[in-house]
């Protein structure tokens, strides 16, 4: 979970900009129907947007951030749930990176890691308060009620900035590292929480069933990783590849999808379907949705010339 | 601004609803247009909503409310600002109330007011948060503050559950006061917030200028009040009539709506058109998009049974 701190409102061509843009800076407007909601998401395939008018709250005077390592899923989901009730207000993320993707960010980065001893899996939590004092108190707080009930192994709590930037690098590493490490498959998907991490341990296993996983250069899978963000259920599955090998893509999909498909889940969490993903829309949305999805588009642009060869 | 607390999610008919549901119980799913805010707003005329997901956060551990009163509008202004940067992730409502508002909960309540003497404007101010003492810290401070720098003039903070609900009931108490007095003209409207009170003055000296507004019985108009949500921009401005007169209707309409277009703001903030104001919408929306909205209820709803006689 990472909270967005910007509201952000769309104009829609066509019509008057000037009379709409006045209209959408309103927090309220029950006038009809919402058309801008339909634009987000849409990935342009119903119009252009024109202008977007952002609202930018202050930002926190307080931040802080602290680093955990657990030995289960399970712990890692008793540490959101007590972060949510203790830190309730002030809580600003809440991410979860398994062991083998902080693996990949030591063996590029070769920083020291934030935990001397190596754990399944760690977390992240962020605050984000107006009283610095108030927020070390409930963070301190919250720190000792999952140590004493031992459901967080070890963890560090950022001293200033720099440590905060330091402990942020770990997560926001994984990307990069994956990156430089060769190719990647990545999926971008919600899953209900209980069953998040289930689909790496299920990915990784029928990669390792078919003889692609492995330590040598004729594996061409290095390593199957997931982190994510709790808040939303959203994870990012990443299999790391050494090279270019089609019975890994015949291993991955349509599995991937149909496991997804299955257990209540979406394939697209953040970044919509693009090119990629286009024919594989009916894993998350039955045909009468996609149905309706087409009306709308066939409405809004019946000359198909608004981003075409996308999703519908 | 009043903090929803639940997120509701809707289930659209038709298609397999079970496939339906288990998508919507997602925070995040970017597959395909969102079609579930269509129908927010829609006010039943694009379909029928059969099942809905809602999620419940916990109930914050820690309440406290202050009441205020104050001399101007622009004092109003100043006080929200201080509370935004103080109060911040604990201010949960900051509600506005002019004086006739409140003197007509007075007068049929007869309850003791919160303040001895009588403002132009009060506001009551909520936060909810996890930590009672912080909470109390931080609405200590900004009571403090407010008050040295002659903000507010004069303010009382409920000590208990009671004097919370105590307090709460000028607030809350005005809808019901309206009804025991007589007609009301309500309009729920969405307007930039430096103008938001001058939609009451402006009302209330045109119904005052045609003769009709006054203390005694042969003046159709009681008063003309405002009260709302400084969050969201949204006043809720009600003339209060002693018996049914055409010539009030005649003076608050079409001027409310023309003002409320001419200063940027929507004619139906909270509510929707429904039918007493579907011939307005051209007021809050443009032809194009009036015309957009038109397709969609034709594409959905093609023998116009969802519905009908509403605003498309």
Known sequence: MRKYRGHC???????STEDVSKILRLRKNNTGYDLK?????????????????????????????AFFGLESFEKVQQAFREAKGQLSEILSAFELMDSGS????????????PLEKRYPFYCLVETSGSNPDHDGEKLQAFLECVMDKGIVADGTLAQDETQIKTLWAWREGITEALG??????????????????????????????????????????????GYGHMGDSNLHLNISTRHYDERVEGILEPFVYEWISQHGGSISAEHGLGLAKKKYIGYSRNDTMVGLMKQIKNLYDPNGIMNPYKYI
Chains 1, 2 share one sequence.
């Open 180 to 225: 430089h490490l060769g190719g990647v498959y990545k999926y971008d998907v919600s899953i209900p929480l209980k069953q998040l991490y289930q689909m790496v341990e299920d990915t990784r296993a029928r990669v390792d069933a078919a003889g692609l996983l492995g330590d040598s250069a004729e594996h061409p899978v290095r390593d199957v990783v």
């Open 9 to 15: 409102k769309l104009v829609l061509k066509p019509g």
């Open 37 to 65: 909601q339909l634009f987000v998401g849409a990935e342009g395939t119903l119009g252009i947007i024109t202008k977007a008018s952002i609202q930018c709250p202050r930002r926190s005077p307080a931040q802080n951030v």
């Open 102 to 113: 902080q693996d990949l960010v030591f063996q590029v980065t070769k920083n020291k890691r």
